[in-house]
């Protein structure tokens, strides 16, 4: 393995890249980062959505959820892919019909979170912001909002390891992030399919590892502080 990644550690890392499109491990991340921000705020909408009290607007979103999240990533991809050029009758590239497919899937799964880090609040926070006058709305902004998404952080930073591995797919539709590099490589070697995916392997176990690390040292961190707060 040490000789493949000497000899095409840079394409594992950054694609083609000056030469030619950025790929690799830097496009992994880059998808993952892109699909978390987009999703973050689109989620807090469908969190929100599904806590309202307006029933349409809760069954809209709970549909929606609910259908996202009982379809495989695979599926949403293909969807993406196939649907929107015949929606849209042009050709649209497939590194923005992956991010989309990503926003689609990981909004349903976060909106989800921040329903629940609505939902396990004490009722008395909202009935209380209620009595001094605030609207649902200002409620929700300014006392249920700020203490659900704090204690969601790491359930937020959990599912950016997911997008991580879930960017994986994208090689489907031609995508040259990680592992298609990795397909490519194997492609030329032909030879070594075992050492080209074992390496591989290692690379996505040693990113995912790495960010989950961090993502302890964050609770820890949100853990320390609630129990420093007076009583």
């Known amino acids: ?63 929606y959820a609910n ?12 969807w993406s892919y196939f649907a929107v050029p015949y929606l849209t009758g042009g050709q649209v590239s497939a590194t923005l019909m992956m991010l989309m497919a990503l926003v689609i899937y990981e909004s349903a799964y ?15 926070q909202y009935q209380a912001a209620r009595a001094l006058g605030m609207g649902h709305l200002t409620a ?8 659900a998404l704090y204690n969601m952080i790491p359930s937020m930073l959990n599912q950016f390891v997911v997008v991580v591995k879930n960017t994986s797919l994208a090689y489907v539709i031609g995508v040259d992030e990680l592992t298609n590099a990795a397909y490519q490589i194997n492609s030329q070697l032909l030879t070594k399919p075992f050492q080209v995916y074992a390496l591989l392997a290692v690379t996505y176990f040693v990113l995912c590892f790495s960010l989950g690390r961090a993502v302890e040292g964050v609770e820890r961190r949100i853990t ?6 007076p009583a």
């Open 1 to 63: 393995m040490i000789d493949i990644l000497r000899d095409y550690g840079l394409i594992l890392l950054i694609g083609q890249y000056p030469q030619g499109p950025l790929g690799g491990l830097a496009m992994t991340l880059i998808l993952a980062l892109l699909a978390l921000l987009i999703s973050f705020p689109l989620a807090v909408l469908v969190g929100v959505a599904r806590t309202s009290p307006v029933k349409p607007l809760a069954w809209a979103t709970a549909l």
């Open 140 to 147: 929700l902004r300014t006392v249920i909002l700020p203490q």
């Open 110 to 124: 976060l909106g989800e979170i921040v329903r629940a880090g609505i939902s396990a609040l004490p009722s008395g």
């Open 224 to 229: 320390r502080r609630r129990n420093s707060r």
């Open 67 to 78: 259908s996202i999240r009982g379809l495989p990533l695979l599926l949403v991809v293909f």
